[in-house]
């Protein structure tokens, strides 16, 4: 089992709607949950991080973070043709683990 | 301020050659970290620094791979013998702590 998990295909969403994407990560003890965005041919741009149970909000962006079910979810509101990328997440014990990526493609 | 800057931003390098990619961090950022990045898929760590002291070297994959930092700021990721299996996109990473980490452009290895 992978460290942390990101198993759903490409998203597309119309513009204006609600992108949701969902990881899972493996180590009960993780403890700093970050989400990263990456442009394609770019580098990771941190957008979110999140250390406790329950929702942190940030602008358009939403974490929401369930320790006991060993999950971390990212909500993109009123998306936008902009918000196309691929969105990383990743948990950190000793050191920064990362999923394998979500593309989301936003269609105007 | 300046950000986590790479050079090369693109190498070619021919089976067997070495190579030497470069890493300038985030000015007073004690903590480094070295990512490999192959094709559609998540960074994976190589090693980590804190200050010049090489705190974690778990995730090189061979002994091929070697990364240094002599004097905390400056680091260099060698990789000898290049073999194909070696092109990705190396990403250097820097922090404050080890927390919040933020990424330079990376170098394009292609290995032909």
């Known amino acids: 089992q992978k460290e942390v998990e990101q198993n759903s295909g490409p998203l597309s969403v119309p513009e204006g709607a609600i992108a949701s994407l969902n990881c899972t990560y493996s180590?009960?003890?993780?403890?700093?949950f970050f989400w990263y965005r990456q442009y394609s041919g770019k580098s990771p741009e941190l957008i979110m991080s999140i250390y406790s149970n329950g929702d942190k909000e940030d602008g358009r962006f939403t974490a929401q973070l369930n320790k006991a079910s060993q999950y971390v979810s990212l909500l993109i509101r009123d998306s936008q043709p902009s918000d196309s990328a691929t969105y990383l997440c990743?948990?950190?014990?000793?050191?920064?683990?990362f999923g394998k990526g979500n593309q989301v493609v936003v269609i105007p | 301020g300046a950000g986590v800057s790479q050079s090369p931003r693109y190498k070619v390098a021919k089976r067997g050659q070495d190579v030497a990619l470069r890493c300038d961090p985030i000015s007073g950022h004690v903590s480094l970290f070295w990512y490999q990045q192959a094709l559609g898929q998540g960074p994976e760590f190589l090693t980590y620094?804190?200050?010049?002291?090489?705190?974690?070297k778990s995730g090189l994959p061979s002994d091929r791979f070697f990364a240094e930092r002599p004097e905390g700021s400056v680091s260099t990721l060698k990789i000898q013998r290049t073999q194909q299996e070696d092109s990705a996109v190396y990403l250097c990473?820097?922090?404050?702590?080890?927390?919040?980490?933020?990424f330079g452009p990376g170098t394009r290895l292609t290995v032909l």
């Open positions: 180590d009960r003890v993780s403890q700093s």
């Open positions: 990743a948990v950190k014990n000793n050191r920064l683990a």
């Open positions: 620094f804190q200050n010049e002291a090489q705190l974690d």
């Open positions: 990473a820097s922090s404050f702590s080890t927390d919040t980490q933020y």
